[in-house]
């Protein structure tokens, strides 16, 4: 069962050269927007706003209580200072639980140093995606998926068609799509080799044609 989040926030009319003020109060302002959503302005204490972030993931749902109004939101774009690194002001998307929406997940990568190809340097892993996007209910939203290749010899490709995806949630990408593949080494660094070459010989066609003209 996935881990509930909650956070209390107010309705902010500070704006302009009150935000600082604000800030110095201990608040940090904010805004809720959505599909089909009139925006709000909001503010929230600096210290459980932090708390919570630490915890949850991009896709992780986060039941906001504005004045005693409920609603459900993702986190999205989180400012802070870049010396500080203080936080400066959040962004929630405010979902509806009965409406899909589109969403990226993280692929995430395990197993490396266990798998024997991988550990030898006989085999190198080559991975050609770093997520992926999927659309569904907000209520089956994950983070990340994982792919352990822990037991992959030279030679194993995962595409998109086989990884588990939860029921109820679609994948916006062609089934056939490669994710990850183990491939020699040696192989590995011939075709790196090869586009190096390619670009070398357009550059120098390059040059040529200009010193031509």
Do not use: W
């Not at 604000?22 to 929230?44: C, D, F, T």
């Not at 708390?51 to 906001?64: D, E, H």
């Not at 692929?107 to 999927?134: C, F, H, M, N, Y």
Request: aromatic share 4%; glycine share 8%; proline share 2%.
């Amino acid at each position: 069962m996935a881990e509930k989040f909650e956070l209390a926030a107010q309705h902010r009319n500070t704006v302009g050269s009150g935000i600082k003020a604000l800030r110095r109060s201990g608040k940090v302002p904010g805004v809720v927007y959505g599909h089909n959503i009139a925006s709000s302005s909001i503010q929230l204490d600096t210290r459980d706003l932090g708390n919570v972030l630490r915890k949850v993931g991009r896709n992780s749902l986060i039941t906001l209580d504005i004045d005693g109004s409920q609603r459900m939101v993702l986190r999205r774009e989180v400012q802070r200072d870049p010396v500080t690194r203080a936080l400066l002001h959040i962004d929630f998307y405010e979902v509806s639980m009965t409406e899909k929406i589109t969403a990226s997940v993280r692929i995430l990568i395990i197993g490396e140093t266990v798998s024997p190809d991988l550990k030898s340097g006989a085999g190198v892993l080559l991975q050609e995606r770093s997520s992926i996007e999927i659309e569904c209910l907000p209520s089956d939203l994950f983070d990340t998926i994982t792919i352990d290749v822990t037991k992959f010899k030279i030679g194993d490709v995962v595409r998109l068609k086989d990884l588990a995806i939860p029921s109820g949630v679609t994948v916006l990408e062609s089934a056939d799509e490669e994710i990850v593949r183990i491939q020699r080494f040696v192989e590995a660094k011939v075709e790196e080799g090869g586009a190096e070459s390619a670009e070398v010989e357009v550059i120098e066609k390059g040059k040529k044609e200009e010193e031509e003209a």
